[in-house]
């Protein structure tokens, strides 16, 4: 359905540090993006695939990277383990926590998540949902 998705970041070693940690766990992997001139940016995709797409740039007006009041980027995770293990990666790697690992059964069967803040502030979450299946 999506091709790729993109958040704006201010420091783009510090936001590949953030997200290699959290998307590891995820079995997610950083893909080398080629240069076209544009903006710095990293870029990982699922093993074995490449789209969709998550990137973080830097922003190519030149302007602060700043996070979208509402908007939110959700990582689909194998296990609820693996919720926790990437959600405390996160947070160790500069993050911040937006909400601890936990059942969400409010949003259907199997749900469990977690919530956090990359360090530019984007809103990250984290969720296996049981009640999905491929």
Known sequence: MFSHVTVGV?????????????LLPLELRRRPVTPDGGPASACWVGKDHTL????????????????????????LAPSPEAVSIAHAAGVAAGGSDEGAPGPRPHYGDGYFGAYLRDPDGNKVHIVHRGDIRD
Do not use: T
Request: hydrophobic residues 40%; negative net charge; glycine residues 10%.
């Open 10 to 22: 201010s420091d783009l070693d510090r936001a590949e540090r953030f997200y290699d940690a959290v």
């Open 52 to 75: 969709p797409r998550f990137y973080a740039y830097i922003p190519f007006d030149g302007g602060p990277a700043n996070p979208g009041n509402g908007s939110m980027v959700a990582f």
